[in-house]
């Protein structure tokens, strides 16, 4: 028996986790060593012992999570809620994967703070694979690493500082959430409802494989209303293997609605940014003919994260041949290919860069950044006029993006418009989130959200002084 081979499977048949073959070895070694468990019968026992069975889960399971995690999703969440369910008097709310139930805690104070008529109907529910995690959800405490992110101003006031380690949330937020151990694989952690309007599933499915990929998103279909928003991570573009969700491209971000036979979001009420792409459009990330696996589609996100790193450390040489590469086998990225115009942009190849930009398919998902590379070209090339342009239809885009502002408050205290000037500079500055999108935040290291907006502070200032002395 090829014992390393017959506990992955195990894993993957049960949980849908797919481990590697260092965590197989790891998790192997625990289970001899720290359990004393015999190669006979390793199997057998764990599943004759649930306590066993636990401790291979939280073995296995990646638990990582946070308050307000992924605040892009959380804005889309905000306009679905606003536009979509506008008529809605209670809604159902589905962790999935919750881990240690900061997901969940964050919808509940979404909907206390912005939408108080929804709040008190609503339910909102967390499940998880891993026993552990869901006593911890239920009892609400946590260290400073939940709490990493910016709560977008509302946060602070439902959670509570214990000590200088411990953090806890209100009973009233811990009151609104049910949470339950259960498998995302399995029908009976559905018996709450079957009418979920919102599920999150973020940072799950990317342990999994293809088949149980599917299997999961089985389930969801069926536990779900016909108006419905399924949220997953980044890098898991569930529509490369399932076609019973459609993704919506809103904020640069992809959430996917339930595909029923006619779509009940209309484009006029929902601010989809534009439709998804479609079959005909040239540039994606995959070939047409072959749908990439979830893994596939994983190693390729790993490839440009790898670029993007690489131009963060200003190593463009290696940035250029790495694109390059991408580039040969995948000839329409997009993502690649607005990678290259920022490494000629970077080269001063203006021309060259603009005429890449301009070559790239219209696809709504590239709209922002096309529009801010090329306020950024235009600005770089003395062409004021044009960059302002641009930076503003980058800003109808992102309305928050800190770049445009910063930038188009630079311009105009260039142009001597002062008080224009001062309003992008009060933008930048009044931004608390000093979210750049990860990706750009790679791409253009030196524009951190925090240095900008110190930066527009000094310069505000800087513009008062000079305003009362006139
Ligand atoms: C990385 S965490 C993500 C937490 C949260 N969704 C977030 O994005 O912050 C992944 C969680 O998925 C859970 N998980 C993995 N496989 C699962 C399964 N088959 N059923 C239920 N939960 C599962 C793990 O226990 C872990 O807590």
């Known amino acids: 028996m090829n014992l390393p081979s017959t506990l992955s499977s195990f894993v993957l048949d049960r949980f849908g986790i797919n ?20 190669e ?4 057998a026992a764990i599943n004759a012992d649930s306590v066993l069975l636990y401790d291979l889960i939280n073995k296995i399971v990646v638990p990582e999570t946070y308050f307000f995690r992924n605040l892009e999703h959380l804005l889309i969440l905000i306009d679905i809620l ?10 159902m709310f589905l962790s999935a994967g919750c881990s240690t139930g900061e997901e969940a805690y964050t919808l509940a104070i979404l909907l206390k703070e912005k939408f108080p008529h929804l709040y008190e109907n609503s339910m909102i529910y967390g499940i998880d694979l891993n026993p552990k995690s869901i006593e911890k959800a239920k ?9 990493r992110n910016d709560m977008m101003g509302v946060g602070n006031r439902h959670i509570k500082r214990l000590s200088p380690y411990e953090y806890r949330l209100s009973d009233e937020i811990r009151g609104k959430v049910v949470f339950k151990q259960g498998n995302l694989l399995d029908y009976d952690y559905c018996c709450w409802t079957k009418q979920y309007d919102i599920i999150l599933c973020r940072n799950v499915f990317i342990y999994f494989d293809t088949d149980h990929i599917l299997k999961a998103l089985k389930r969801f279909y069926d536990i779900m209303h016909e108006n419905s928003y399924l949220f997953v991570g980044h890098s898991e573009m569930i529509n490369q293997i399932s076609t019973e969700f459609q993704p919506l491209l809103l904020r640069n971000s992809f959430v996917f609605q339930k595909a029923v036979e006619k779509s009940p979001v209309s484009e006029n009420d929902l601010i989809i940014e534009n439709k998804p792409p479609k079959k005909t459009d040239k540039r994606t990330e995959m070939p047409k003919s072959k749908k990439l696996t979830a893994v ?13 790193e690489k131009i963060s450390e200003e190593l463009y040489g290696d940035a250029k041949e790495m694109v390059h590469k991408y580039l040969e086998d995948y000839p329409t990225s997009l993502h690649a290919s607005i990678l290259s115009a920022t490494l000629l942009l970077f080269d001063q190849k203006h021309d060259e860069a603009l005429e890449l930009i301009d070559s790239i398919v219209k696809v ?16 770089e090339t003395g062409d004021f006029s044009m960059s302002i342009k641009f930076f503003k239809l980058a800003l109808v885009e992102n309305p928050t ?8 408050g630079f311009i105009n205290e260039e ?6 000037s001062l309003k992008y500079y009060t933008e930048t500055i009044r931004n608390k989130n000093l979210f750049i999108k990860d990706s750009v935040q790679k791409i253009m290291p030196h524009l951190s959200g925090k240095q900008l907006r110190d930066l527009a502070q000094k310069k505000y200032t800087a513009l008062k002084i000079k305003e009362a002395a006139l």
């Open 19 to 38: 481990l590697n073959p260092e965590k197989t070895e790891a998790v192997l070694s625990f289970l001899k060593e720290t359990k004393g468990l015999s």
């Open 40 to 43: 006979d019968n390793l199997i």
């Open 82 to 91: 606003t536009k979509e369910f506008t008529g809605r008097k209670s809604l």
């Open 139 to 147: 009892h609400g405490v946590y260290t400073k690493s939940s709490i």
């Open 296 to 308: 596939a589609i994983e190693e390729n996100e790993m490839r440009l994260e790898k670029i993007r």
């Open 364 to 379: 709504p998902e590239t709209k922002y950044y096309i529009f801010f590379l090329k306020g950024i070209l235009f600005s």
């Open 401 to 408: 993006c800190l770049i445009s502002n910063f930038f188009l």
């Open 415 to 420: 142009k001597r418009y002062y008080r224009i």
